[in-house]
T-cell receptor, first 116, second 115 residues
Framework: GAVVSQHPSRVICKSGTSVKIECRSL??????MFWYRQFPKKSLMLMAT?????????EQGVEKDKFLINHASLTLSTLTVTSAHPEDSSFYIC????????????FGSGTRLTVV | AQTVTQSQPEMSVQEAETVTLSCTYD???????LFWYKQPPSRQMILVIR??????QNATENRFSVNFQKAAKSFSLKISDSQLGDAAMYFC????????????FGTGTRLQVTL
């Protein structure tokens, strides 16, 4: 079945630095990638939607300059948390859409970001 | 806007028993998809079952089945013969038809399975 590889699984960074999270679709073309944030014991909150070759669409309240999303190819999308602060600590998950509209989308395994 | 409501923050079931998780949603669309996702402690999101709104027949996947009531906008998940490995967070989700439409998730139900 479809697989999305997300790296890193865990990252600790210092406040003020930037962190990049990658999501790769391994056996299909991900025309659309969704990026979510999940707080402990909470649901997934959609941050942005990215389509290959175009600018990402951000949800209301999400700072586009802080959370940079790049979707330069059909198999790779990245989320960069710029100038990270402790409040950016969270669990980030990507999800990819393939051509099959009936799919429930394929999720990456998530990245736990801790900013110290 | 579409909303998904899961009114049971936590549920518990004994091993081998049956449990039903509730989900209601609100939409003005006539055609859409509904999903149940499982998130175990590893936090990997796993698709459990999906239902297409235009199909009247309830979806079934082995021990998992749904009760889809379109008029009532209800989409419950029944887990039969519960196993310890079923313990997880379960999220109900909705999306419109069409490629790349976003998923809207409920708040989740934490399922405990006891011996």
């Amino acid at each position: 079945g479809a697989v999305v590889s997300q790296h890193p699984s865990r990252v600790i960074c210092k406040s003020g630095t930037s962190v990049k999270i990658e999501c790769r679709s391994l056996d299909f073309q991900a025309t659309t990638m969704f990026w979510y944030r999940q707080f402990p014991k909470k649901s997934l909150m959609l941050m942005a939607t990215s389509n290959e070759g175009s600018k990402a669409t951000y949800e209301q309240g999400v700072e586009k300059d802080k959370f940079l999303i790049n979707h330069a190819s059909l198999t790779l999308s990245t989320l960069t948390v710029t100038s990270a602060h402790p409040e950016d600590s969270s669990f980030y998950i990507c999800s990819a859409s393939s051509d099959r509209k009936e799919d429930g989308y394929t999720f990456g395994s998530g990245t736990r970001l801790t900013v110290v | 806007a579409q909303t998904v409501t899961q009114s049971q923050p936590e549920m518990s079931v004994q091993e081998a028993e049956t449990v039903t998780l509730s989900c209601t949603y609100d939409t003005s669309e006539s055609d859409y998809y509904l999903f149940w996702y499982k998130q175990p402690p590893s936090r990997q999101m796993i698709l459990v079952i999906r239902q297409e709104a235009y199909k009247q027949q309830n979806a079934t996947e082995n021990r998992f089945s749904v009760n889809f009531q379109k008029a009532a906008k209800s989409f419950s998940l029944k887990i039969s013969d519960s196993q310890l490995g079923d313990a997880a967070m379960y999220f109900c989700a909705y999306r419109k038809t069409g490629t790349a439409s976003k998923l809207t998730f409920g708040t989740g139900t934490r399922l405990q399975v006891t011996l």
